[in-house]
T-cell receptor, first 113, second 114 residues
Framework: QKEVEQDPGPLSVPEGAIVSLNCTYSNSAFQYFMWYRQYSRKGPELLMYTYSSGNKEDGRFTAQVDKSSKYISLFIRDSQPSDSATYLCAMITFGGSQGNLIFGKGTKLSVKP | EPEVTQTPSHQVTQMGQEVILRCVPISNHLYFYWYRQILGQKVEFLVSFYNNEISEKSEIFDDQFSVERPDGSNFTLKIRSTKLEDSAMYFC????????????FGDGTRLSIL
């Protein structure tokens, strides 16, 4: 079983739609969860960073973590063509490890004008 | 906003040659990382570095790889004898502290081995 599973898409939505992106994981030791956005030929850009189960909101973005189900989500409201990118979930265990982010494969999102 | 910078953006090298990828992490960050992304695949962890020594490394990071912080600003990844399968995007990242703080990535170096 892969540690982090993410549907690669592609996902195509009209401008203004609400987008839901999801990842599941198998390792209950994961404690910190991140969402990165990656444009073509660019590095991952941090969007959201969460620790607790529940929701965290930042502008049009909401990150949701459900540790009991080992499931995380990213919601994008009022999606824009500029949101077209690949979205990567990433997670890390607490303490001990000095690094070693584990990434999902990424979901490619296209927002059509 | 401070950012991680990487040079060169694209490196083309003959198989068997040595290559050095360079990174300037964010200035007040203490933890440094290298990741790679083979085309169409996941971003994979290579190595983490703190206090002038390797903290953790993956199975990918074998004896052909080394990292160094030669001065107060640069962080380098050296591949001693490149193989075709080393062709990938290599990303440098830095973090203010260890696992409980997010890592910030550079835009990567695209390494092409011929």
């Amino acid at each position: 079983q892969k540690e982090v599973e993410q549907d690669p898409g592609p996902l195509s939505v009209p401008e203004g739609a609400i987008v839901s992106l999801n990842c599941t994981y198998s390792n209950s030791a994961f404690q910190y969860f991140m969402w990165y956005r990656q444009y073509s030929r660019k590095g991952p850009e941090l969007l959201m960073y969460t620790y607790s189960s529940g929701n965290k909101e930042d502008g049009r973005f909401t990150a949701q973590v459900d540790k009991s189900s080992k499931y995380i989500s990213l919601f994008i409201r009022d999606s824009q063509p500029s949101d077209s990118a690949t979205y990567l979930c990433a997670m890390i265990t607490f303490g001990g490890s000095q690094g070693n982010l584990i990434f999902g494969k990424g979901t490619k999102l296209s927002v059509k004008p | 906003e401070p950012e991680v910078t990487q040079t060169p953006s694209h490196q083309v090298t003959q198989m068997g040659q040595e290559v050095i990828l360079r990174c300037v992490p964010i200035s007040n960050h203490l933890y440094f990382y290298w990741y790679r992304q083979i085309l169409g695949q996941k971003v994979e962890f290579l190595v983490s570095f703190y206090n002038n020594e390797i903290s953790e490394k993956s199975e990918i990071f074998d004896d052909q790889f080394s990292v160094e912080r030669p001065d107060g600003s640069n962080f380098t990844l050296k591949i001693r004898s490149t193989k075709l399968e080393d062709s990938a995007m290599y990303f440098c990242a830095s973090g203010r502290t260890g696992g409980d703080q997010p890592q910030h990535f550079g835009d990567g170096t695209r390494l092409s081995i011929l």
